[in-house]
């Protein structure tokens, strides 16, 4: 760095000030181009009229009201001029601005005696004429955020998020008196079970991304959630393997690798959460009994994972059994809370995307350990196998909520 | 608001534009004239692109005669020499095509009138009834969704009896073209007469000059609350219906005369539902 700075004849610590340099100067070049910035344009033609569509964010059933979230998705303004279901005008105030900004939202109250499992079809247009619509394939009503609610949401976030986990926790006696060979397998097992999770993740989060506003840049929300998670815990990883008073870079185990487990399955059952919570308050899905058993069934083989590496470590307590069924279940709680009341794919696609970034780290994580500890390395036909049976526990048991 | 009400209901909450006269030019039609063949009737329209409002707070890029959407009333008496300076100063070419008996030359359809420049039309005004006229370039789709059409009168040789009369174009308006019109009114903008009721006395029939030029609907209808009328299709003859509610498509048109039994408030509309609530609805107000 001196080096450099003296090569350069800076003083030291000049560069910081220098470094604004650039800045300035495309300041001065931005103002001079927003001063003739549209002459400009007129030589190489004229940019084309906004689109004018509202994004329509989501559409609530109140007793004799319906409430529609709408967001400003383009950079010219645009106003609520009339708003109609199923092809009426009706009557409407809006909680907010009726001129909404770029990436700014109202709330539109319509007064409307709807009818229960009815579909309907809201639209807003705009002053410019253009009605944007959204279909609801059934009215529900949406219960507002009262404590009976919050409970509810509560309850379906822990029995499909910690009570599935903590049962998959109850193999750790039985794994206890496996052989290392088992154990590995079943190590391999969660790296398979994690991956199914990664692309499922991942796919979702592309297929969210897809519905947002250009405006916010879906792809880029991904790479920002997965990065931020995979780095994140590599991160945490490390200074785990250094409370451990490891060698530097030496794979993660026992309750270190554990943890590390839980907290990539916990953000994954943040964004099944949230996916849960809101399709119930959108009236998408019918959450019956019959559903709730298949996300314990597909989630019980979380607990698993959890479970092996703690087989292959010193024993622990029952309370941090309950801490690590929490980081890994509780946040199907949250997410189901989130979904559930505010109801954001944009919080959903970046949800989605941490989850995906924490599975794959965690699949580094685990296939290190197996490198190291299975008996035959990677190659062995227990690991093969184990990581292909997660991957078919997986897929089988995901056909019960599918 | 004081629990749920619908834009069908009166008061305060009708969403419409415009105030309470913006509408007259359109509503009421020029006075009729005494049969004196040969005498010229001159009307000048100037073509243009003009943003109108065509429900409260909704903007569309019209294309309109003389500014509004539907164009004046033209008016004549048969065998008048009806003489129409067509000025076109939009940005595409328009013509001025007429119902009614003329000269094929005189017919709106051959004889294009670019941005910029004229045409006048002139023919004897026959047969007697209600016609209307609309640009006929193309795409004619286009040039008659956009507004360019109206009313067009002729009166009888003998004068029809003394009536409160009223024009009554049926207009709808596809502010997203997407081929489906989004709000649909009398005279253009939606819930108009909703917001501002038609008065009317019980004493005098009621003339209504009834058009039909929504594009894209195969049909139009209007209906009357609380009463019958004599329905004359076209005008053109003595021979009329006894009903409350009338079918048109587009370029269907006819006399509506209303001998009105009580005083009150007594709605009208289009009898498809969907036109109703998307604007097409009004009130007379009946007075001793």
Partial sequence: MARTEAAAGLRPGAWRLWALLPLLLLIGVVALFASTGTSLLDLVGRAPPPVDQFDIRRVEFRPDEIRIRVTNPQRPKLTIATVTVDDAIVPFRVDGPRELGRLRSSTIVVPFQWVEDDPYTVGVTSSNGIQTTFAVPAAVETRGASSKSFLGYALIGFLVGVVPVALGLGWLPSLRGAGLRWITAFMALTAGLLSFLALDALAEALDLQAGLPSGFQGPGLILLGVATSYLGLTYVSQRFSRAGRREAGAPLEGVALATLVAIGIGLHNLGEGLAIGSSIALGELALGTFLIVGFMVHNVTEGLGIAAPIADGARVGLSRLAALALVAGGPAIVGAWIGGFITSDVLGVLFFGLAAGAALQVIVEVGRYVARRAPGGLRSGYVIGGYLAGIVVMYLTGLLVA | ?288
Avoid at chain 2, 32 to 39: A, E, I, N, Q, S
């Fill in chain 2, 1 to 288: 608001m004081s629990g749920p009400t619908h834009a069908a209901m009166v008061g305060g909450e009708v969403p419409a534009p415009g105030g309470p006269d913006s509408l007259d030019a359109l509503l009421h039609p020029p006075k009729p004239l005494p049969h004196k063949p040969g005498r010229v009737r001159e009307y000048t329209l100037v073509a243009s692109d003009r943003q109108i409002e065509v429900a409260k707070g909704v903007f569309f890029n019209a294309w309109t005669y003389n500014g509004t959407a539907p164009g004046p009333v033209i008016r004549a008496t048969e065998d008048d020499l009806l003489r129409v300076n067509l000025l076109n100063g939009g940005s595409h070419p328009h013509t001025i095509h007429f119902h009614g008996i003329h000269p094929a030359n005189m017919d709106g359809v051959f004889e294009i009138v670019e941005p910029g420049s004229s045409f006048t039309y002139e023919f004897p005004a026959r047969p007697y009834g209600m016609q209307l006229y609309h640009c006929h370039s193309t795409p004619l789709k286009k040039h008659i969704a956009k507004g360019l059409y109206g009313a067009f009168i002729i009166d009888p040789p003998e004068p029809r009896r003394p009536a409160q009369e009223l024009v009554m174009v049926l207009t709808g308006f596809d502010t997203d073209g997407d081929g489906e019109n989004n709000f649909y009114g009398v005279n253009g903008p939606a819930f108009y007469y909703a917001k501002y009721p038609i008065r009317v006395r019980r004493s005098q029939t009621v003339r209504i000059y009834l058009a039909n030029l929504t594009e894209f609907d195969l049909i139009n209808s209007f209906h009357l609350h609380g009463d019958f009328f004599r329905y004359y299709p076209t005008g053109s003859s003595d021979h009329f219906e006894y009903t409350d509610t009338v079918m048109l498509c587009q370029g269907q048109r006819g006399i509506i005369e209303i001998d009105f039994a009580n005083t009150g408030r007594f709605m009208f509309h289009a009898h498809q539902s969907e036109f109703t609530e998307l604007g097409w609805m009004g009130f007379f107000e009946v007075e001793d």
